[in-house]
């Protein structure tokens, strides 16, 4: 979007011409998913292609909220101080860079369909961060927007659309009003009382501390365990982590988590 991307070993990403002022907001745009992003729906392409129908090929992108902290912070932070700051003092400015945002975010997981994705995520990170009338405002409400706009069926079949807000517990009932399929669940809710929150209306993802994997065998089993009595029988629970896996987990142990779903798992759905 003309921001001057780029990646710093063990800072995360950088902006070089980070937005601050209305003239930084009137300059985006968003960009061609098959001219400026090509190389990732190359990417699509030819993951699909090699995965041969073994398992379904999730496409995502970041929020247009968590895009945005990162787009007017300039890289990442503690406090938010700039992005909050625009958010309060220039809230219409911070409207304009977020329909922006969303629009280019819609068009980027839409080519992601058109170029294979069976699924597609919406990453919240940093929506956790905001006051319960800010969330719904500033970060909820975009989502919702791109939700709206996004391709629903492809190669003759549904494509599945997840939300995830980290650290956004406390706004299950909203966000299954989105219109998504299913919502992604950080490991500081319990998985019995997210269900009892949303019902059938949406499946939930989620949603085991990635900490865990730090531990035993046995103890990363127990865990797995308890996750999936806590949301009981029948249909509707994607097990996976609470958020990104850590760089420093062992693959063993990530092997060891995926094994005991697949056995645990089998009772809750005959």
């Known amino acids: 979007m003309g921001l001057g991307l780029r990646f710093a070993?063990?800072?995360g990403p950088i902006f070089d011409r980070p937005v601050r002022s209305a003239a930084?907001?009137?300059r985006l745009f968003a960009p061609d998913p098959?001219?400026?992003?090509?190389y990732v729906m190359d990417a699509v392409r030819t993951i699909r292609r090699e995965l041969d129908g073994r398992v379904p090929l999730i496409g995502f992108s970041g929020s247009?909220?968590?895009l945005a902290t990162y787009m007017v912070e300039g890289c990442s932070s503690k406090e938010y101080a700039k992005v909050k700051g625009m958010l309060y003092d220039?809230?219409?400015l911070m409207h304009q860079l977020l329909d922006t945002t969303a629009q280019a975010v819609t068009a980027?997981?839409?080519a992601q369909v058109a170029a294979g994705a069976q699924a597609l995520m919406i990453f919240d990170t940093w929506g956790g961060m905001l006051t319960p009338r800010d969330y719904r405002e500033f970060s909820l409400r975009y989502m919702n927007q791109i939700v709206a706009g996004l391709t629903r069926e492809a190669e003759g079949r549904k494509v599945p659309v997840v939300l995830f807000t980290k650290g956004g517990g406390q706004w299950l009932e909203a966000m299954a009003d989105s219109g998504a399929d299913a919502l992604g669940l950080d490991w500081t809710v319990d998985i019995a009382d997210a269900r009892r929150?949303?019902?059938a209306k949406v499946a939930l993802q989620g949603n085991m501390d990635p900490s865990v994997l730090y531990a035993s065998p046995e103890r990363i089993r127990r865990e797995v365990a308890e996750i999936l009595a806590g949301y009981g029988k029948g249909t509707g629970h994607v097990f996976n982590l609470g958020h990104g896996i850590h760089q420093h987990a062992e693959p063993e142990r990530a092997r060891v988590f995926a094994e005991a779903v697949h056995e645990l798992s089998a009772p809750y759905h005959r």
């Open 24 to 26: 930084d907001v009137e």
């Open 9 to 11: 070993e063990g800072e």
């Open 108 to 110: 980027y997981l839409n």
């Open 34 to 38: 098959e001219g400026e992003l090509k």
């Open 197 to 199: 929150r949303v019902g």
């Open 90 to 92: 220039t809230p219409e």
């Open 64 to 66: 247009p909220w968590t």
